[in-house]
C-alpha cells in the first residue's frame, strides 16, 4: 500500500451509510452514560489505595461511628498521656503483592511501616504487636523468611516484637499472607507534631528520592517487562526525626507518604491545617532510573509510594538546620526543600512546574496506572 | 534526559510566553487535538504562563475516552468467556462500559492482564497456547501500526491463539467533522504530533487550503506546545494559512512508509463511533478480511452488546468536545461528574477534556479563572 | 494520545530487534517500523516499538532558536522599543527556518 488516503466512496455496501459531515447531523443521544461504579454501594479496590475513596470511607463510616476526639486528628498514629508522659499507638495492615520484591518483602515493609507511623509523632518506638493471616497453603518456607525479615528490621531499630495472633483462612481467601502491626512509643517533651500544624512560611522538606518504592514494584509487574536496577526503600526513620528534632524540636508536621504518593499526603496536611501547599518541581529529588522509568508508562511521581522517606513542614527559620542534619544522616543523603506553605488558597496543594507554570496536585483517585494516551 | 530536558527550559518558556503575548493581541482560539497535549498543556499549567487571549480548546483527542461503549462491553464479554485472556493497556482498564470494566471483570475472576506493549500480548499467547489471548488494540494511527505488527508477527509465527479487538480511529476526519460544526470558531489547529509521525502531513492540507486555519504540528515537550502557539500566532497575525511542522525532529512531511505499509496491509477506513460525538464518517480502522483469523470480532461474530444508550440530558460533552463549550461551563462537572463517577466521554480518561481540567486546572493560581469546582 | 519518550539505541540485535535506554532503564523493542538504525541514535519509543529515528540535526537547530532567543533579549541592542535589527525569531525579522512550509507540494 503506497501512501494512505481516506477514499469514502471505495467502502464496501455493508457499511452503513454515514451520516452527512456535519456534527450537527451525528446523534448525539449515542453518548454513553457508563454506570457510576462508585455508587454501587459495595467496597472496591479503589477503596483501599488511599486516595479519595479511602477518605471517603473514613469520613463517612468510620469518623462518624468512632466519633472522639483523638481519632478526629486523623493523624497516622494518636498520641496521648500516660502517667508522666505520652504515648504513641498506631496500627497498620500489610496487603501487599508481591510478598518479596527488590528491597524488601511484605515482613520488613510491615515492621517498617508502623515504626514509621510512630516515628511520625516524633515518638522513639518501644514495642511492636503483630499479627499474621495467613492463607492455607502459604509455603512454610516463605513464612520463615518474611518472619525472619520482620525480626531483622525490628532489631535495627532497636524494638522487640513482644505478642501476637495467627489465624488461618482458606485458600483462595487470602494473598498468601496478611500482616497487621501495631505500635507503641514514646514521644519526647516539647514535640508537637500533627497534621494540623503547618503555617503559612514555613517550609516543605523532603528526605530524598521519591516514588522509589512504587516504581519498584511497578517495574516487575507481570506484563511490564523492563531492565533497570530499582529496589523499595523501605526503612524505618525514627533516627532519622531524632536527628531533625535535635537540631530543632520545633517540628510541625511530619508525615511519611506511602500510598498514593506525596500527592496524598500533601493534600491530607493542606485539608488538616487549612492552608495551601505549593511544591516546587525542580527541587523534587528524583532518581534518574525512576524517571525514566515513569516518563516511558506515563506516571507521575507525585503519587507513587514511597516506603522509606518522610515530608517535614518546618518554620522557615529552622528549615536551614533541619536540612543539614538530615543530609548527615544516611537516610536522609539527598534531603531537599521542596516547597512552601502559602495561606491560600486553603485545603489545596499545588505545583509550580519546570516551566512556571502552576497546576494543582489533585487528591489521586485510585491507583495510577500506565497510560498510552 | 536527552531530548526531553532540554524541552522543559523554564528561561526559555518565559521568553516564548512572551512572543506569544506580543503577536497575540486579538483573541485566538486554537485547538489541540491530541490528548497527550491536553495533558501536557495541564501537566506543566501552560494556561497559566499564555496570555488570556489564547483561548485553548480541548478537543476529542483521546482515543480512550472515545471507545464506544459497546467495544468496551465486547471486551468484557470475551474476558467473561473461559479459555479467554484479555490484554489490555493500562489506562483502558478502569473505562466503564454499560455496567462493568475490565478492573471490575479482573476483581471477579476474569484473566485480565495490563500489558505495556502488543507485543507482551503476543508473548503471552506464545506462553499459553490452550488460551485465546485478546489484545484490545485501541489508538490513533500512532498505536495502529504497532498493533497491524503484532497481527503480522502472529501471522509469520503461524499463532492462532492471538486475537486483536479493534478501536482505532482517525485524526483527520475527526478535525474535518469538528471544522464542519456550525458553532465552533476556531482560529488554528495544535497538530497531532506523534500521529503526524506515522501519517506525515499531507492529511492536514485540506485544514488549510480547504478550511483556511493554520495547523503546526507539535511536540509534547511544553517548549514544542510553546513554540507552536507562537508559530500559529505569526500565521494568524500575517493572514496565512499553511501546514507548518514545529516537531521536526520526528516529524517528515512524508511521514514513517515503513509504519504505514503496515497499517496499511491489516487494517482498511471504516466508519467509526466516537463516544460522546456520534458516527463520523471514515474515521475508523477494522481489520481486513484476510487477516480476520486475527481478528477477534470475526472470531466472536456473536458478542451481544447493546449500542442503545439513554441520553443523559445534564451531559454535555459533545458541545465540549467540539469547543463550543468549556469543561466549567458543564453543569455537572465537579458534582455529579467527576473522575470517580464520570458521565461523558471528556471525563471518562485522564485525558479528557473535563478530566484534566478537574484534575490539573481547577484552580490556576495567578491566573484569571472561573470559581473553582469540586 | 500516542505517549512517547525518547530511548537511546544501545545495541541492534537483528532487523527485529535492539535494546534501548531511557535514563537507566533499559528494554528490547521492535525497530520493525523504523529504517535501520545503529548504536547510539535515538528514537522514539512508544508501546514497545520504535516509531521513528529522531533527527539529531532538527532538535539541536531547534534548541540553538531556543538558545538564541534567550540570549538575544539579554544584549541591550535587542530592545525592541529601539529601532533597528529585530533578533532572529521574533517578529518582524527573517523566518526562522522552522517557520518554512514544510508540507508536500
Partial sequence: MGGYRLDTSSLPRWVEEPRPGSLEDVDLLQLGC?????????????????????ADLIQQVFLPTFRNPLLEKLDDQAVFPVGGARLAFTTDSFVVAPLFFPGGDIGKLAVNGTLNDLAMSGARPLYLAVAFILEEGLPLGELQRIVASMQQAAAAAGVAIVTGDTKVVEKGHGDGIFITTTGVGLVPEGVEISADRARPGDRVLVSGYIAQHGMAIMARREGLDFDVELESDTAALHSLVAAMLAASPDVHVLRDPTRGGLASTLNEIAQRSGVAVVLDEESLPLQPEVEGLCEILGLDPLYVANEGKLIAIVPPGDAEAILAAMRAHPLGEHAAIVGEIAAEPAGTAYLRTCVGGTRIIDVPAGEQLPRIC | MKYVSEFRRGDVAKKLAAEIARLAIEPMKLMEVCGGHTHAIFKFGLPSILPPTIDLIHGPGCPVCVTPRDKV???????RRPGVLITSYGDMLRVPGSASSLMMEKARGADVRMVYSPLDALRLAEQYPDKRVI??????????????????????QGLANFAILSNHVLLPPMMKAILDSRDVKLDGFIGPGHVSTIIGTRPYEFVARGYGKPIVVAGFEPLDVLQSILMLARQIRDGRAAVEIEYTRVVKPEGNPV?????????????ARWRGMGTVPASGLRVRERYAAWDAEALYPDLEVSSEVEDPKACECGDIVRGAKKPWDCRIIGTVCTPQTPIGACMVSPEGACAAYYKYGRLQVGHKQPAAVG | MCLSVPARVLEVHDCHWATVEVGGTSKRISIDLVEAVSPGDYVLLHVGFALQKIDQAEADDLLALFDEMVQADERPDWDDERAGPSPPGSDGGPPSEHSVVRAAP
Avoid at chain 2, 462491553?73 to 474476558?79: N, Q, T, Y
Fill in chain 1, 34 to 54: 457508563p454506570a457510576p461504579i462508585a455508587e454501587s454501594g459495595t467496597i472496591t479496590l479503589a477503596h483501599g489505595s488511599g486516595g479519595k475513596l479511602t
Fill in chain 2, 73 to 79: 462491553d465486547k471486551a468484557i464479554l470475551l474476558a
Fill in chain 2, 259 to 271: 509504519a504505514l505499509r503496515a497499517l496499511g496491509e491489516v487494517f482498511e477506513p471504516c466508519h
Fill in chain 2, 135 to 156: 489484545f484490545f488494540a485501541i489508538g490513533f494511527e500512532t498505536t495502529a501500526p504497532s498493533a497491524a505488527m503484532a497481527v503480522l508477527k502472529a501471522k509469520a
